[in-house]
């Protein structure tokens, strides 16, 4: 049911502005303008009375916080279509004073609290009209905005009173660039980790490798220490062989001699 009440109040939109765009009586307000940038909200439709001649309405509604106004656009189609000076709006914000406006150029409102305008643009050939409405709060606008308001067809007759909380939408925070960062972060924190992993694992392998080297090293050294020491002593075991040998052969030749004599 919401999509189907979305979907009749963009065609109407799409009505109202092809229409105003071909027959346009007045070029006061830009309907283009609106169809970005701006809040719509449905009002009434053909299954209920609006108590005057207007048929379908639909509010769109913009916010200009730096200078305390609201902008409505009130978007009227009508069963007939007579005197567009007739036409006009009543309403009130937050259930405070009345601020009343004609496109006739009558208009009641407390000028100490507010500044207001209207203007128009209609397409009397298929009754269409359109209401834009700046409304300025000197005080400031407030956090939460109730819109209580009755709007006039081209007779002057007044509808049904109407309330819609048109408080403006809190734009939605930006997760997109803030998951961005996270994962770059933390993509970041991983090739760091994955790094300091290689690191110490490199510094592990090449602190293993030492270590085998140099107790391949201290291994070689004592073998060559050990090869040393066995070589001395076989030098000097074949030193003492010849020498003891050579201490024989002379003995013996000493004994041969005095045995001749």
């Not at 905005?145 to 809190?170: P, W």
């Not at 090739?191 to 602190?207: D, L, Q």
Request: proline fraction near 2%; include cysteine; charge should be negative.
């Amino acid at each position: 049911m919401r999509n189907l009440k979305v979907f009749v109040a963009l065609f109407c939109v799409a009505i109202f502005s092809l229409s105003f765009s071909a027959t346009a009586t007045a070029a006061d307000v830009n309907i283009d303008e609106w169809n970005t940038d701006s809040t719509l909200y449905d009002v009434l439709d053909y299954s209920t009375e609006s108590n005057c001649a207007v048929e379908y309405a639909f509010l769109r509604v913009k916010y200009d916080r730096p200078s305390n106004r609201i902008r409505l656009l009130f978007m009227l189609e009508l069963s007939s279509f007579s005197v567009e000076e007739n036409a006009g709006v009543t309403m009130s914000v937050n259930g405070d004073e009345k601020i009343t406006l004609h496109l006739n150029g009558k208009a009641e409102y407390n000028k100490d609290k507010y500044f207001a305008e209207i203007k128009s643009i209609s397409d009397p050939r298929t009754k269409f009209l359109c209401l834009e409405v700046t409304l300025g709060i000197k005080q400031g606008i407030p956090d939460k905005v109730l819109l209580d308001f009755n709007v006039y067809d081209t007779e002057g007759v007044a509808s049904n009173t109407y309330s819609i909380d048109i408080t403006e939408e809190a734009d939605e925070p930006d997760t997109t660039s803030q998951t961005k960062k996270t994962e770059k972060s933390t993509k970041n924190k991983t090739e760091k980790t994955k790094a300091k992993t290689s690191t110490s694992a490199t510094k592990a392998v090449t602190a293993e490798t030492t270590e085998e080297t140099q107790a391949t090293l201290t291994a070689d050294e004592n073998k060559n220490s050990e090869t040393r020491v066995n070589e001395t002593n076989t030098v000097a075991i074949i030193a003492a062989v010849a020498l003891a040998a050579s201490c024989i052969g002379a003995g013996a030749v000493s004994f041969f001699r005095n045995k001749k004599n």
